[in-house]
């Protein structure tokens, strides 16, 4: 049998195709420039799908030894009484547990700072689970928007 009829036997190709495709998917979440700096930070809870608190026993003690790490360039469904409907609570706890998740099961969590946020106490930035970006995760699942600080750019209801 020839080398070309091997190659393009229906399920060489659908098989060579499919590993084509989840190679692009992986390597697109893959990170890729750090923008901030890297840190091995603990992470003590998550608050909700963007917003993460974590160990920050470098402040003096006066400010806490935790601080409010909130995901740059997402936005995810408001919670509790910021919520809009109740779709969108319950894309917030869907998005909550999934990260949740996403943290428990880590093999190695880096905390990427970016600046200190517009509200007082929270700083900007990412985690990195496992190679990948949280906010890249969280927008593939469909539990994250792109977010530029501006106005929201989803209705969840």
């Known amino acids: 049998?020839?080398?070309?009829?091997?190659?393009?036997?229906?399920?060489?190709?659908?098989?060579?195709?499919?590993?084509?495709l989840l190679s692009l998917f992986t390597t697109s979440c893959k990170v890729g420039k750090i923008n901030g700096t890297l840190y091995d930070y603990k992470v003590i809870r998550v608050i909700d799908g963007d917003t993460i608190d974590i160990e920050a026993?470098?402040?003096?003690?006066?400010?806490?030894?935790?601080?409010?790490?909130?995901?740059?360039?997402?936005?995810?469904?408001?919670?509790?009484?910021?919520?809009?409907?109740?779709?969108?609570?319950?894309?917030?706890?869907?998005?909550?547990?999934f990260v949740e998740d996403k943290i428990a099961n880590a093999k190695v969590i880096k905390v990427e700072l970016r600046k200190w946020d517009k509200f007082g106490g929270r700083v900007l930035g990412d985690l990195i689970i496992d190679g990948y970006?949280?906010?890249?995760?969280?927008?593939?699942?469909?539990?994250?928007?792109?977010?530029?600080?501006?106005?929201?750019?989803?209705?969840?209801?």
């Open 1 to 20: 049998m020839s080398i070309v009829k091997v190659l393009l036997s229906p399920f060489i190709f659908l098989k060579f195709l499919f590993i084509l």
């Open 57 to 97: 026993s470098f402040l003096p003690p006066e400010l806490g030894k935790h601080l409010k790490l909130r995901i740059y360039g997402i936005d995810t469904p408001e919670k509790g009484h910021q919520a809009k409907c109740n779709a969108e609570r319950k894309k917030s706890e869907i998005a909550t547990k």
């Open 133 to 157: 970006r949280l906010s890249d995760l969280l927008i593939s699942e469909d539990l994250a928007v792109s977010y530029d600080g501006g106005r929201k750019t989803k209705n969840w209801c």
